[in-house]
Structures are given as C-alpha cells and as structure tokens.
C-alpha cells in the first residue's frame, strides 16, 4: 500500500528566484551531462521500532521544506544557464509511506538512491517510509547535492527526529537551526581558490 500525503495549508505559497553558486553551477553543468548518474545525490535512512503517525509526520515535514528553502529549489535553464528557483512549499510533497518486505528493503532504499532527479521541475528531495512486516519502519530521504549535502541531510534527520517527538507529546516544534547553505559554502571555497589551489582545482575541472 501506498500512501502519498498532501501539502498543508498555511505553508510558503509564492515561487522566488534566487542567485546560483559557483559551486551550485559545476553541479548544474555536471548534471545536465550526466541526467543519469547517481554520484551527486545523498541519502540517509533511520530505522524505528514503530511506525510514524501519517499526520505528525505531515506537520513535522513540511515545517522543514517551509523553513529550509533550499529544500525547494529547482534549477532552470537560462540561456544556457542556471537559475535557481525557490518553489511554493504546497508544490513540493511531503513524504510517501509503502509497505514491504524485509527482503525488498536493500533494493528500495537503493532505488530510492538512484532515481533520476529533475533538476529544473523538482522536486530535489524525496522523504520515503517503508513499513515492515515486523511493525517497524525506515524512513529515508534521498536529495540531489545541489541541495543539500551529506552533513546538511544528518542534521536535517536528527532535527525530524526530534521534531517528531516533541508533536507526539504535543509541544512545539524544536527551533530549526539554519542547516547551512551553498551561499556560505561559495563564500569560503572562493576564498581557498583564491589562494595556491586555484590552479589546481581549474586543471581538474578542465579535465
């Protein structure tokens, strides 16, 4: 069984545009390559003893894809290059819940991985719930790196995580630390690529 959840009301509802990275354009350029390839995109899983109440897990979500608005970037084409986009959070879905097998779990989770992003129609993150027989579940997220990064999306888990228990017992939602961004990333690898590595990381591009 499958179970798509809707959008709340009350989120984000205006689509922005916002500036691209150097670093975020390497990516684009990488991706509009190689549609295909699987190496730019992350993933985390956390398995629970119980399964995660629909609702909780609805409120809980899109609080973080209202809060965290590079979860809901998109990134189009614009004369050939790219421009990043900030998408409605109703436009993005919540999360899916599927029941499975504990013998399916390893090929889901890795076809959860591997699915083709859209980076210019999103959306750029997946949330994903797997119920196992045994009533327990995995929960997984899988982004595209040109949102998030491997440390960006274990902070973004333990703050769901947490998120989701304060909701359970009924208090307010933890405050959603800023999870970090490409802007204060192109910041600092501009100023390393300012000193004698540029020629290096130039020469590697190139190649």
Known sequence: MSTPLTT???????????????????????????????????????????????????????????????????????????ERRILAARDVPAWRCDEISADDLDDALRELHGAPFDVENGPLIRFQGYLLPDGSMVVAIAAHHLVVDLWTIGLLGAWLGQAYAAVRRGE????????????????????????????????????
Do not use: N
């Not at 009301?9 to 150097?22: F, H, I, K, L, Q």
């Open 172 to 207: 307010p939602l933890p405050p959603l630390r800023r999870l970090g961004s490409f802007d204060r990333h192109d910041e600092i690898e501009s100023m390393r690529l300012s000193g004698s590595d540029r020629a290096a990381a130039v020469e590697h591009w190139r190649t």
């Open 8 to 82: 709340g009301s009350g989120w984000a509802t205006a689509e922005t545009t916002r500036g691209v990275t150097a670093t975020q354009q390497a990516m684009w350029f990488d991706a509009r390559h190689d549609p295909d390839s699987v190496h730019l995109h992350v993933s985390f899983a956390v398995r629970l003893d119980a399964p995660v109440d629909p609702g909780h897990a609805d409120t809980v979500i899109h609080h973080a894809i209202d809060e965290f608005d590079d979860l809901r970037s998109v990134f189009v084409d614009v004369d050939g290059r790219p």
